[in-house]
């Protein structure tokens, strides 16, 4: 199984780009790279998702050098409302794959500021 | 828009109780999963289920049972609650290839 390591907390200021990284040493070939934000209070919702190189939606971009052993989540310009934990999960399978893999790790608790 | 609602947002029991928490998602996913999540542990999977009647343990399946009677409908069941299954779970449903649609969780406190 493929296990994931995040910053366990990050700080950023309103206006920045933040950039979450997870290593994901034992990535099997199949493993999609997804990730997740958690607010207070509520389940965690879909960010994105990718495979390899570089994906990008209305909310973030995730990129996925060739080696695939790990994975950075970009937010342009946080706001306030981007306080949040963010979490890399590594083993949906392209295939559907076990579904046992889907297992998260810790997160990343990320603080913006004013 | 996928809607996963958790019967309770709040519960509280006494230890050795049978404890039922109920499931339910509305768009006909395949598979569904039961999580917990702890302070500094991040959400570790309890059990998951790909079909009716079907279910895998996950990683800490301890303490925990699972039933899966109906497509929407997954139940997880504590059959002797203690005070270490205090905790928040969530449970997530999903098609298969695609993400996890989680509800909003319940908080459960065993007395």
């Known amino acids: 199984l493929a296990k994931t390591t995040q910053p366990i907390s990050m700080d950023s200021y309103e206006g920045q780009e933040v950039n979450i990284t997870c290593s994901h040493n034992?990535?099997?070939?199949?493993?999609?790279i997804t990730w997740y934000q958690q607010f207070p209070s509520q389940g965690p919702r879909f960010i994105i998702q990718?495979?390899?190189t570089k994906v990008t939606n209305e909310v973030a971009s995730l990129f996925i050098p060739a080696d695939r052993k790990s994975s950075t989540l970009s937010l342009p310009r946080v706001s306030l409302s981007d306080t949040a934990v963010y979490y890399c999960?590594?083993?949906?399978?392209?295939?559907?794959?076990?579904?046992?893999?889907?297992?998260f790790g810790k997160g990343t608790k990320l603080s913006v500021k004013p | 828009d996928v809607k996963v609602t958790q019967s309770s947002r709040y519960l509280v029991k006494r230890t050795g109780e049978k404890v039922f928490l109920e499931c339910v998602q509305d768009?006909?996913?395949?598979?569904m999963f039961w999580y917990r999540q702890d302070p500094g542990l991040g959400l570790r999977l309890i059990y998951f289920?790909?079909?009716?009647?079907?279910?895998e343990k996950g990683d800490i399946p301890e303490g925990y049972s699972v039933s899966r009677e109906k497509k929407e409908r997954f139940s997880l069941i504590l059959e002797s609650a203690s005070t270490n299954q205090t905790s928040m779970y969530l449970c997530?449903?999903?098609?298969?290839?695609?993400?996890?649609?989680f509800g909003n969780g319940t908080r459960l406190t065993v007395t």
């Open positions: 034992n990535i099997a070939t199949n493993d999609y």
């Open positions: 997530a449903s999903r098609q298969t290839n695609s993400p996890l649609h």
């Open positions: 289920s790909y079909d009716v009647k079907m279910k």
């Open positions: 768009m006909d996913h395949e598979n």
């Open positions: 990718g495979y390899k």
């Open positions: 999960l590594v083993g949906d399978g392209i295939y559907g794959g076990s579904q046992g893999n889907l297992i």
